[in-house]
């Protein structure tokens, strides 16, 4: 299960999506997100999962790597479906058990709903995936400059943004390796009820706990070595400039939100 977490991690491979400027793909998922939350019908989710299956195959990162993170959130997307489906009591009535309704459009509901949070999760995950935290850094700066005006600290949000994303694979590896040290002593995390199997966390979670505030004590220490003050007045290696394939993103981006909200009018 914590290797299954792939929010976070880079996944390093050459291809056109990698080659995007960072706050392309910034912009490009969070449109991606609202369209996911405009669409409205099955023409739209097909259209959505055609979008979302060809960028994938742009990206060259395997299907079955993204799928992976998908097994972290299944307790989330089974009470979803579960609620929808109990307490959604629209259409035709299927089964009536009690106090129990299952209807047409409940079902029709979880469905569709099951499927925006997959593909928020995938869409998200894709993003990290196929950016570096220091590119998602930069564009997220970059992105969030005009705010410097009112003066909200920018730089250090993102700074923070990027840190706590570069700390996600760090504390997997982390409890991978804690995992396998109190298992080898004789520890059980599968067994028992839900109070045994939450105890038997604690000699997991403690030197987890250490460990992650002594990485952030040493991260710490080793910026105010190098004099890290802020953003102010600090220049970039490589400053972040638009290209062609960057323009072509834009406009298929605002092309498929286009499309999503005209479906959902017409429907």
């Not at 409940?106 to 593909?119: F, H, S, T």
């Not at 952030?216 to 220490?221: C, I, N, Q």
């Amino acid at each position: 299960m914590i290797r299954d977490i792939t929010l976070g991690q880079y996944y390093p491979i050459g291809s056109p999506i990698h080659r995007l400027d960072p706050r392309t793909k910034l912009a490009g998922t969070l449109i991606f997100i609202i369209a996911l939350f405009v669409a409205k019908g099955l023409w739209a989710y097909i259209i959505a999962t055609i979008f979302l299956g060809a960028v994938i195959r742009v990206s060259k990162v395997p299907l079955s790597y993204m799928v992976r993170g998908l097994k972290s959130i299944v307790i989330l997307l089974l009470f979803s479906v579960v609620f929808n489906i109990f307490f959604i009591r629209d259409g035709v009535v299927l089964v009536q058990i009690g106090f129990i309704t299952i209807t047409a459009g409940g079902l029709i509901q979880a469905a569709y709903m099951a499927v925006r949070l997959i593909y928020l999760i995938i869409g998200s995950t894709l993003m990290t995936l196929t950016t570096t935290p220091n590119d998602l850094t930069d564009g997220l700066e970059k992105s969030l400059g005009f705010m410097k005006k009112i003066h909200v600290p920018v730089h250090e949000i993102a700074m923070m943004m990027s840190i706590a994303l570069r700390f996600i694979p760090i504390l997997i590896e982390e409890t991978d390796k804690i995992m396998k040290a109190q298992m080898a002593r004789g520890a059980d995390f599968e067994s028992g009820n839900l109070i045994q199997k939450a105890k038997a966390m604690v000699p997991l979670l403690v030197p987890l706990f250490i460990s992650a505030f002594r990485r952030a004590s040493d991260l710490a220490m080793a910026m105010e070595a190098r004099c890290y003050h802020g953003g102010d007045g600090r220049t970039k290696m490589k400053p972040l400039r638009y290209q062609k394939n960057d323009k072509i993103a834009y406009g298929i981006l605002l092309f498929f939100l286009v499309l999503m909200i005209l479906l959902r009018l017409v429907g």
